[in-house]
Nanobody
Framework: VRLVESGGGLVQLGESLRLSCAASGSGFGLNWMGWYRQAPGKQRRELVARATNDGSIYYADSVKGRFFISRDNAKNTVDLQMNVLKPEDTAVYYC??????????????????WGQGTQVTVST
């Protein structure tokens, strides 16, 4: 299984950008899908937004009201609509998801996967 992201790029202050992520493979389920980011010079990734199976949605305080996550369970995709972008939103954005493999006795439990990352740069 894998996660493939698309949609990063260079934008100006106040503009919008949409990131997309698709989970591919077979025989899997997804507990949640979301987005992390890692800003330049920062060692840790920050959880930006997450959508869980029970319908719960989390947003980091820094993006509330500007970013919106949407998940298509039928297509195993998750998008992040980013509006009113600021220079401090500049980061590599990573798609993140927790997979399960129902009926697979070799892969019991849940497994966290990451996408390859996509660069978002906001200039002034």
């Amino acid at each position: 299984v894998r996660l493939v992201e698309s949609g990063g790029g260079l934008v100006q202050l106040g503009e919008s950008l949409r990131l997309s992520c698709a989970a591919s493979g077979s025989g899997f389920g997804l507990n949640w899908m979301g987005w992390y980011r890692q800003a330049p010079g920062k060692q840790r990734r920050e959880l930006v937004a997450r959508a869980t199976n029970d319908g719960s949605i989390y947003y980091a305080d820094s993006v509330k009201g500007r970013f919106f996550i949407s998940r298509d369970n039928a297509k195993n995709t998750v998008d992040l609509q980013m509006n009113v972008l600021k220079p401090e939103d500049t980061a590599v954005y990573y798609c993140n998801a927790e997979f399960t493999f129902p009926g697979n006795t070799y892969y019991e439990g849940a497994y966290e996967y990451w996408g390859q990352g996509t660069q978002v740069t906001v200039s002034t």
